[in-house]
Structures are given as structure tokens and as C-alpha cells.
């Protein structure tokens, strides 16, 4: 480049520090950024408000970590899940604004379903601990993990199953009973919607009358390619409301949730 005569632009200069000290983390509070940077707080948030402005980076509802957008890339993963994330968080966001109740974001693993995002900090009934960013639901007796097993492709199916048979651990019980399995996938492909097992109680292996979190859940599956990419579920206290009554009231918010981000996926750049 040319030895122009010229000064700088300090704003900017800061702009891109920030920006390459969020891809260097990948993740950071406005306090990391403070110490990895100098900059002050209060100018940070310009700068960051700024960036997120111009779809450069993007915060997370459940810690309110910044994160360096997955738009900077040329082309991204259908299996990265941060990027899953920044594509879901706002239709979680207003998914909370129209019913009020929380949900979480998941994606499945080996054996188990992953909360990778919650608008719980967003929700009107913030006393309902969901979560947090790593936290392993069970696959068979969740609503997130019913909503998976039912839309996946068959051969993803009976790998999973393979897995909980051989591990044989408590709480996965079902597994072993195909029947039951088919009986449960077909109940959930046929209404739409995923629901806990009666016995569920948000505890992995125990049942309800040993740990009961006092919630009930609803899922339904974000699909692509003919893959299940992540479930969105919706959650409220039992002594609020019924299953048939949360279903009457918030199924069609949870559907559209599900179809935004569905859509938000077909519209970006991915491999």
C-alpha cells in the first residue's frame, strides 16, 4: 500500500482491536474485553453496540457474552453450534416476548441432548432455572429429546438407540424396549410436537417422585437437509397450566419460532 500523508482513524483502529480480540476468544464479557484490550468499559459498549449494528458481532442471551459474527466467514457449518446459536437466539428472544415462559436450544449429541442457548435471562418468569450452556438432558424422556429421536433419519435413530443399550445406564431403560420406542415416535410424528415422559421430572436417570423440577416441556425440532439440527422446546410450571392448555395457547409460537429459524438457516451461506 502507498505511504499515504495521512492520520489514522483512532475509533476505527479500536474497532478492529475489539474485533480481533473477540476471534481470538471466540467468546468474552465486557470485562474480558476490558483487560485484553484497555479500552474502557463505557467505550467498549459504543463499539460493540457499533459492530452489532453492522452484523459483526453478536451477544448471547444466556451469559451475555460477545461473540465475532459467523457473517465474517465465507461459508459455515450446519454442525457449528455457536453459529446455530446467533442464527436462533433472536427468534428465541421473540419467542419469549409472545408467551412470556423460556425455552432453551438444543442440539443432540452422542447419547444425549446439549442446551446450547436459553432465553430464561429474557423470560417474564425468570425464577425457572434452565439450562445452563452444557447441561445433558436425557435423550429418551426429555421433550427435546423425543422431538430429535421422532424427526431424525432412521439410520440416526438406531445408532442412538445402539448407544444406550450397550452403555446400559439408568434411566435410559427404554432403549431396550422397541416397541415402546416405535410407539412414542409415531405418537410424536403424528401430533407435530414432542412432550415429556409423565415420569420426567428434569433429573437424568431419577424419576419424578425423587426429583421433580416442577416443569413440563414441549419440543419441536429445527430441520435441514433432512437432518434434525437442534430442537427448541418451551417450558412452564405444572401447577400453571396443563399440557393440553399450553399446547392450545403456545404450540403456534413455538411452530412459527421454529420455522423462523428453519428459514434463517435456508437463507445463509453454508456448506
Known sequence: MRNYKVKTINSLSRGLDVLRALQSMRAASLHDLHRATGISKATLTRILHTLHG??????????????PSHSLQRR???DDADWLVEIASPVLENLCKKVSWPSVLTIPRLDHVEVIETNQPKSYFDDIPLGP????ANMLRSASGRAYLAFCPERE???VLSRLRLRNQ???EAAHDGAWMRRMVDATRQRGYSTRDPDFGGHYSK????????RNSIAMPIRANGHVLACINLTWKTHTMSLTEAVRRHLGALSEAVGA???????ADIL
Do not use: C, K, S
Open 54 to 67: 453492522h452484523g459483526m458481532v453478536w451477544q448471547r442471551m444466556v451469559d451475555a457474552a460477545y461473540l
Open 76 to 78: 459455515v457449518r450446519l
Open 133 to 136: 450452556i452444557g447441561f445433558r
Open 157 to 159: 435413530y438406531e445408532t
Open 170 to 172: 439408568v434411566g435410559d
Open 207 to 214: 424419576p419424578r417422585w425423587e426429583a421433580d423440577d416442577g
Open 261 to 267: 429459524v428453519e428459514q434463517r438457516i435456508a437463507n
